[in-house]
């Protein structure tokens, strides 16, 4: 059974940094690109950043670029969102997605991955 499991989430004020890990099991995580999205109350669920396997590709939502880096360690099965400079519009549920695919570069399309996590809550106030 694949699980991926958020955590790291929380309330923070605008500035502030916080880093989500995403921990896997049940599936060959080197195998899989990992990505997060987001989802804030009212709107779509949106891309925020996707790293390949071997962590040679990263890319992220123009949102995000330049205050957010997404990590991965497939020693340890755990996908790491680093999030700098936050501000109040990135208040939002954060889940991690993983699929298996031949690409290198994450797709931003939600419908393509094959698991999800639960999410975690990032509230940010100004």
């Known amino acids: 059974q694949v699980q991926l499991v958020e955590s790291g989430g929380g309330l923070v004020q605008a500035g502030d940094s916080l880093r989500l890990s995403c921990a896997a099991s049940?599936?060959?995580?080197?195998?899989?690109?990992m990505a997060w999205f987001r989802q804030a109350p009212g709107k779509e669920r949106e891309f925020v950043a996707g790293i390949d396997w071997s962590c040679s590709w990263t890319n992220y939502a123009d949102s995000v670029k330049g205050r957010f880096t997404l990590s991965r360690d497939n020693a340890k099965n755990t996908v790491y969102l680093q999030m700098n400079s936050l501000e109040p519009e990135d208040t939002a549920i954060y889940s991690c997605?993983?699929?298996?695919?031949?690409?290198?570069?994450?797709?931003?399309?939600?419908?393509?991955?094959?698991?999800w996590g639960q999410g975690t809550q990032v509230t940010v106030s100004s």
């Open positions: 049940g599936l060959t995580f080197s195998s899989y690109i």
């Open positions: 997605a993983a699929y298996q695919t031949m690409a290198t570069i994450a797709t931003m399309h939600p419908i393509e991955y094959d698991y």
